[in-house]
């Protein structure tokens, strides 16, 4: 197994490098993820795409409140929402 390197930027704190793959992706598609992101290489940009699917798409916490309540105790939500 390998071992974690050290960057000179963690003061000593190993953090796990990428890991290293080939895949087929669209040119096309890469293009215009680094158009929107401003990324300068197609790694950085496929790494911003997955970062931020991976958050936008991560539920955990809000299913971790399922049975929680939710509801702050007294809230009646006529009071607070009219028609106008």
Not at 3 to 23: I, L, N, Q
Not at 30 to 50: F, N
Request: aromatic fraction near 8%.
């Amino acid at each position: 197994m390998r071992k974690s390197k050290t960057s000179p930027k963690s003061s000593g704190v190993a953090v796990k490098r990428g890991t290293r793959m080939s895949v087929n992706i669209s040119g096309r598609l890469v293009a215009k993820v680094k158009r929107i992101s401003k990324s300068k290489t197609s790694a950085e940009a496929v790494e911003r795409a997955l970062d931020y699917y991976a958050r936008t798409h991560d539920y955990s916490e809000v299913l971790a409140l399922y049975g929680t309540g939710g509801v702050a105790e007294g809230y009646d939500p006529k009071t607070t929402y009219s028609r106008n």
